[in-house]
């Protein structure tokens, strides 16, 4: 895959021939509102479409996770031992009852 790729919001509503040349060379377009990135244009085809929509659940679910392991250092969560943990699920699981 080559450079990458930006576009505005705005380039998106005028180019689609261009957005078409774009994917076809890179595979993949920034999207921009305001100069800032907002989106993500990936190429697939027929035959792909599947396995990217898949991928794209992991990459989701991966970035959930870390986002998660980061809020737990910040709160100081992160060095809680198994019996701690354990503890809090009862408990959580308790109140609900």
Do not use: H, Y
Request: glycine share 6%; net charge negative; with cysteine.
């Amino acid at each position: 895959m080559g450079t990458m790729n930006f576009l505005s919001f705005g380039e998106l509503r005028s180019s689609t021939c261009e957005i078409d040349e774009m994917l076809t060379d890179n595979g993949r377009i920034i999207l921009t509102n305001n100069g800032k990135p907002a989106a993500f244009m990936v190429a697939i085809d027929e035959s792909s479409l599947e396995e990217t929509l898949n991928d794209w659940q992991q990459i989701r679910a991966m970035r959930s996770l870390r986002k998660l392991q980061m809020q737990a250092e910040q709160n100081g969560l992160a060095e809680m031992t198994l019996d701690e943990i354990n503890a809090e699920i009862a408990d959580t699981r308790k109140a609900r009852e």
